[in-house]
C-alpha cells in the first residue's frame, strides 16, 4: 500500500468515526511507520478524549499503529478499521 492511499482516509472505531488520516509518522531508527496523524471529529474529540475543541480548532492526535489490525484487515474501502475498543483508544493517542 502507498502512504498517499492513507492519507484522508477515514478511521472508524466501533463503527464511529473517529476522523482522517493527515500524516505518517516513521522512526528514523527503524524506517517503520510508528503512527499516524489523525484529524478527530469533534464528536470523537468529546466522548474519547473528553475534549471541547473550539469551533475553528481541529483536534489533532497522533494514534500508535499497534491499536490497528496487521496487514491488510485494518484497511477497508471506506477507510481504517480501530481493533481497540472506544473505551481503550485514549491510550493509543497522544496530542500532537
Known amino acids: 500500500m502507498k502512504s498517499q492511499e492513507l492519507i484522508d482516509k477515514d478511521v472508524f472505531v466501533e463503527g464511529m468515526r473517529v476522523g482522517k488520516i493527515k500524516a505518517l509518522l516513521i522512526d528514523p531508527e527503524e524506517w517503520k511507520v510508528t503512527h499516524l496523524e489523525i484529524e478527530m471529529t469533534k464528536e470523537a474529540a468529546e466522548?474519547?478524549?473528553?475534549?471541547?475543541?473550539?469551533?475553528t480548532k481541529t483536534v489533532r492526535n497522533t494514534l500508535a499503529i499497534s491499536a490497528l489490525e496487521k496487514g491488510a484487515a485494518c484497511c477497508?474501502?471506506?477507510g481504517v478499521d480501530i481493533k481497540v475498543s472506544k473505551a481503550q483508544l485514549h491510550i493509543y493517542l497522544r496530542p500532537v
Open 47 to 55: 466522548q474519547i478524549l473528553g475534549a471541547t475543541p473550539a469551533l
Open 76 to 78: 477497508t474501502s471506506s
